[in-house]
């Protein structure tokens, strides 16, 4: 077994994410990460069982009595929620996930109020943190802190998990669980995802979001991805690469009532400005056609679906909130849920949740 203790840091940076994946994963050797840190670490056979244990989690949760089992489970855990970007809906839906798994919690969510402003490293600062409780659960805006936090610790005398709750402009992995389990149910009555296309739209170069889902999508058969952008804004090289190397379905353009017609889920992104170098660049971008509007939602399918990380400015006009196709509202409680699943998975209570009395 591949082990983190076993690797300098200089050999595991220089290694790629999926030969990075087994040092993650859990020593238990039940496939569920121990870090969790990007897309690349889940397959479908872990993503089946998480939206399974998902399902289940809220299953137990209606009842009272499942509600207070629940709280028992971690009720022996603390987690620390290190959140040094803004964050309304990854912040709370962590933390609601901690609280439904009984985990006692803290945060730093302001660099400014922490060490850090007196020029601590910030390796020190998560080492610090890392002292008082049995998992990190952080959001930064450089892109390989979450990676290296994760292996000094488990080279430290404190060795706890970290989970990426978004790494700069590089990867969100959780909002990728969210969004898939928000497709799988959406079609899992309609002959599930398999064969589905999927359309991104807006800032396809700096969100996110967008590289972790569009790379979970491939490990389902035949899912079309579509990517529409203004041209400075289109998907990044990276993103494309996989899909050529795994030999998905794709096409890049910038028709976004072309690509709403064929799909069967549209995911919208807002403008990530924050990445300007120069404040105001992106506002020079015409982004005029690249609004899912009343238009858009004559010309998508009854079963299709529209999806948003959130949050949204205008790139998803209001009129579309009350259509039964709306997914964004829903997709935001799932993460609730599936992040309540990570963490439950996280400390090896996977079997135990599925096979409870509740
Ligand atoms: C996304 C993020 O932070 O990357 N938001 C989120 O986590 N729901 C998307 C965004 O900020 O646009």
Not at 40 to 50: S, T
Not at 82 to 99: D, E, G, I, K, W
Not at 247 to 257: N, S, T
Request: charged letters at 25%; glycine letters at 6%.
């Amino acid at each position: 077994m591949a082990k983190i203790t076993d690797i300098s840091w200089e050999d595991f940076s220089a290694l790629s994410l999926e030969e990075k994946r087994p040092y993650l994963a859990r020593y238990a050797g039940d496939g569920m990460p121990y870090h969790t840190l990007f897309a690349q670490q889940f397959d479908r056979d872990i993503l089946e069982r998480l939206c399974a244990l998902s399902n289940r989690i809220r299953f137990i949760n209606k009842s009272k009595e499942g509600a207070l089992y629940l709280k028992s489970v971690l009720a022996h855990k603390r987690a620390m929620l290190y959140f040094s970007q803004p964050s309304s809906r990854t912040f709370l839906s962590h933390l609601n996930a901690c609280q439904l798994l009984g985990l006692t919690t803290s945060s730093v969510r302001d660099a400014a109020t922490s060490s850090e402003a007196k020029g601590e490293s910030k390796i020190d600062t998560i080492r610090t943190f890392s002292s008082y409780v049995d998992l990190i659960i952080m959001r930064c805006p450089e892109k390989g802190l979450a990676e290296q936090s994760a292996w000094e610790l488990s080279n430290s005398e404190r060795p706890i998990p970290i989970l990426n709750a978004g790494s700069g402009k590089d990867q969100h992995p959780t909002q990728a669980l969210l969004d898939i389990y928000t497709l799988v149910r959406s079609f899992e009555e309609k002959g599930g995802l398999d064969g589905r296309t999927v359309t991104f739209c807006g800032d396809l170069l700096r969100g996110r979001t967008v590289r972790s889902l569009s790379y979970l999508l491939t490990n389902f058969n035949d899912v079309k991805q579509i990517f529409v952008a203004p041209k400075e804004l289109q998907v990044p090289e990276d993103v494309i690469a996989i899909l050529k190397q795994k030999g998905v379905r794709y096409e890049i353009h910038d028709d976004l009532k072309a690509a709403t017609r064929e799909s069967d889920a549209v995911y919208m992104t807002r403008i990530q400005d924050e990445w300007d170098e120069s404040k105001g660049e992106s506002a020079k971008i015409d982004t005029s056609r690249f609004k899912f509007g009343a238009e858009e939602l004559a010309l998508l399918g009854k079963d299709g679906i529209i999806m948003h990380p959130l949050p949204r400015r205008d790139e998803i006009a209001t009129c579309c909130d009350h259509d039964p196709r709306a997914m964004y509202w829903r997709q935001m409680r799932n993460g609730m849920w599936i992040r309540a699943a990570l963490i439950a998975s996280t400390f090896g209570y996977e079997k135990e949740l599925m096979n409870c009395g509740y």
